[in-house]
């Protein structure tokens, strides 16, 4: 059982450049999101999905875009890469969006924007 | 808004000494907190949440509305209890979105 699988774990972009990080899950969860992690911030959510077809901003979205064509991937692109984009970023999925399920990450994609 | 504040970045113990990593939390509606654990070169993962009063790996937490706070303790440290340690916040009932509000992070370091 992969669980919440995130590629490339590690990528150097430059300014301007755009990418996508992908995330796949194989536990049929509805929800899925995306976090950034930066040093004494925790982790902030950029976007988020409540199924299929259904993505919504978060609390950080501006510089990223997301799309859900299928349950089982939630791609995030940056569109025109920052060096305020360089961080940690996480992809969660959980079964659905009811409060009290458990929540489950993958290992994290480091970029860095030079 | 709902807020989580982690007051200590770092924190270190010796092996056997009790530990307590702080976290409070402002929220207008019913809360529900999660400790998250992230050991080195791993994945966040779910430590516990309130709602399960469970014990995991020794550590406990009991959710005070008084003081609006969510402490983990565990009463002797262990070397792999070394991480880093969120604390999260999510809306209590209904649907939530999965949305959680993150702590800051507190980096636990345990001496042998």
């Known amino acids: 059982n992969a669980g919440v699988t995130q590629t490339p774990k590690f990528q150097v972009l430059k300014t301007g450049q755009s990418m996508t990080l992908q995330c796949a899950q194989d536990m049929n969860h509805e929800y899925m999101s995306w976090y950034r992690q930066d040093p004494g911030m925790g982790l902030r959510l950029i976007h988020y999905?409540?199924?299929?077809?259904?993505?919504d901003q978060g609390e950080v979205p501006n510089g990223y875009n997301v799309s859900r064509s299928t349950t089982e991937d939630f791609p995030l692109r940056l569109l025109s890469a920052a060096p305020s984009q360089t961080s940690v970023y996480f992809c969660?999925?959980?079964?659905?969006?009811?409060?009290?399920?458990?929540?489950?990450f993958g290992e994290g994609s480091w970029l860095t924007v030079v | 808004a709902q807020r989580v504040t982690q007051p200590e970045k770092l924190l270190s113990v010796f092996k056997g000494a009790p530990v307590e990593l702080k976290c409070n939390y402002s929220y207008s509606g019913s809360p529900e907190l999660f400790w998250y654990v992230q050991y080195s070169r791993q994945r966040l993962q779910l430590l516990l949440r309130?709602?399960s009063r469970e014990s995991i790996k020794g550590f406990t937490a009991d959710l005070n509305k008084g003081e609006t706070s969510f402490h983990l303790k565990k009463p002797f440290a262990q070397e792999e209890d070394s991480a880093m340690y969120y604390c999260?916040?999510?809306?209590?009932?209904?649907?939530?979105?999965?949305?959680?509000?993150f702590g800051q992070g507190t980096i636990l370091t345990v001496h042998p």
């Open positions: 999260a916040l999510s809306n209590a009932g209904g649907t939530s979105y999965g949305k959680l509000t």
């Open positions: 309130h709602i």
């Open positions: 999905s409540v199924g299929a077809g259904i993505t």
């Open positions: 969660a999925s959980s079964r659905d969006s009811i409060s009290g399920n458990t929540i489950y």
